[in-house]
């Protein structure tokens, strides 16, 4: 590859990762969460895991339980994360293989937070409990 292909190259890289970075931020944003922590590591997972309903510990079994954690998890906190802004299981599937056009979908455009999608999100974070 000649050096002007590696500049083009890198700059479409770029590009992709702020698409990414400012998906991730409107998302966080709609869900009433602070947009910087999605370019903090680790925070933005338990952040993530604060929208969609489901205990910080999460984090632990994603990051300890090898290749289980990550897909099971994961795939699970996506799904959860999906059905939060009133998506259906069809949509998780387009963030999980085709994030770079489903994360800035569900970022910029017209979907709303319907709040924590888990079942146990009352008692994990109380603020979110019907009064």
């Known amino acids: ?3 002007g292909g590696i500049g ?5 890289y770029l590009a992709i990762i702020v698409l990414m970075i400012a998906s991730m931020w409107k998302v966080f944003e709609k869900a ?8 903090v590591p680790i925070y933005n997972m338990i952040i993530m ?3 969609v309903g489901k205990p910080w510990w999460w984090l632990l079994l994603m990051i300890f339980i090898p ?3 990550m897909l099971v998890w994961g795939i699970w906190m996506i799904n959860l994360m ?3 802004f009133g998506k259906t299981s069809g949509f998780t599937i387009g963030l999980i293989l085709l994030g770079i056009v489903f994360w800035p979908i569900l970022g910029f455009g017209d979907a709303e937070y319907n709040g924590p999608a888990a079942a146990d999100a009352a008692v994990n974070y109380p603020e979110y409990a019907e009064e």
């Open 49 to 51: 895991l604060k929208i």
């Open 1 to 3: 590859m000649n050096e």
């Open 82 to 84: 999906s059905l939060s």
């Open 8 to 12: 083009i190259f890198i700059v479409f």
């Open 32 to 39: 009433g969460q602070p947009g910087w922590a999605a370019i």
């Open 67 to 69: 290749y289980v954690g």
